[in-house]
C-alpha cells in the first residue's frame, strides 16, 4: 500500500506523545479534527494528533462503490467477511506512520492507536501486533476482524485497551463489541468497554472519557 495522507494537528510545539487516529468507512481523516478541543486535555499538554485518510478502493457491499475505506467488506453478517489481506495491509501503512512518530523522537509507549468502525479493526490489529511497546488502543463502535490470525508481540502483552460501542448501532451491533471483549479476554487482556445509549457515532460523554484515557496513558 502507498504512503498514507494524513491531517496533522499539535496541540502544544514539540510534542511528547502522538495520537493516531483512524476514521471509519467512507470517511476522512477530517471526521475526527473536531473532537481534539473536546477532550479536555491539560493546556499544557504536548500531543500531536493524526489522521490518516484511507485509500479509495471497491467496497463489496456497497455494490462495488469506490470509497474510502481500510478494507474490502464482502458480507454483512455476525462475524463480518473481511478482506483480510487489506486490512493488514492498512495496519502496515499505519504502523509506518507509527515508526516516523518514533523518528521524530516520540517514545512509543507514548503513542495511541484509536479507530472508529472498520478503523478500530485496523487498531486492534496493529495495536497488538507492533514490535514495540505502544501506549494503548481505543476501540470506537468497532469489531476484532482479526481475532483469529492477530500475532500478539510480547511488547504488548498488557497494552491499555478501552472499547465503546452504542447501544442502538445499527451498522456494528453491540453484540460485535461485546464479542470482542470475550475475545480479548481470552487472550490475556484486560479491556474496559462502556456502552452509550447511540448508533453509530459518538457522543460528548464517551469523547470525555477518551481524554481521560489520553491523560492516564501518555501525559
Known amino acids: 500500500m502507498q504512503e498514507l495522507e494524513y491531517i496533522e494537528l499539535e496541540t502544544r510545539p514539540n510534542p511528547t506523545a502522538a495520537v493516531i487516529w483512524l476514521h471509519g468507512l467512507g470517511a476522512s481523516g477530517h471526521d475526527f479534527e473536531p473532537v481534539v478541543p473536546e477532550l479536555g486535555l491539560p493546556d499544557d499538554?504536548?500531543?500531536r494528533f493524526i489522521f490518516p485518510h484511507a485509500p479509495n478502493i471497491p467496497v463489496t457491499i456497497n455494490g462495488g462503490m469506490i470509497m474510502p475505506a481500510?478494507?474490502?467488506i464482502k458480507a454483512m453478517d455476525i462475524?463480518?467477511?473481511v478482506d483480510t489481506d487489506q486490512l493488514m495491509a492498512s495496519a502496515d501503512a499505519v504502523a509506518r506512520l507509527v515508526d516516523r512518530e518514533i523518528e521524530r523522537g516520540v517514545?512509543?509507549?507514548?503513542i495511541v492507536i484509536a479507530g472508529f468502525s472498520q478503523g478500530g479493526a485496523v487498531a486492534y490489529e496493529l495495536g497488538l501486533s507492533y514490535p514495540r511497546r505502544l501506549g494503548g488502543i481505543l476501540a470506537l463502535s468497532t469489531y476484532f476482524a482479526t481475532a483469529k490470525t492477530v500475532e500478539v508481540s510480547n511488547a504488548?502483552?498488557?497494552i491499555p485497551i478501552s472499547i465503546y460501542h452504542g447501544t442502538?448501532?445499527?451498522m456494528v451491533p453491540e453484540s460485535l463489541?461485546?464479542?470482542?471483549v470475550?475475545?480479548?479476554k481470552e487472550m490475556g487482556f484486560e479491556p474496559s468497554y462502556q456502552t452509550f445509549p447511540m448508533e453509530h457515532s459518538v457522543c460528548l460523554e464517551e469523547v470525555q472519557d477518551i481524554g481521560r484515557f489520553i491523560r492516564e496513558h501518555l501525559l
Open 79 to 81: 462475524d463480518r467477511v
Open 168 to 170: 442502538h448501532d445499527p
Open 182 to 184: 470475550e475475545k480479548l
Open 177 to 180: 463489541g461485546r464479542l470482542s
Open 156 to 158: 504488548n502483552r498488557g
Open 107 to 110: 517514545k512509543s509507549e507514548n
Open 70 to 72: 481500510w478494507y474490502d
Open 45 to 47: 499538554a504536548a500531543v
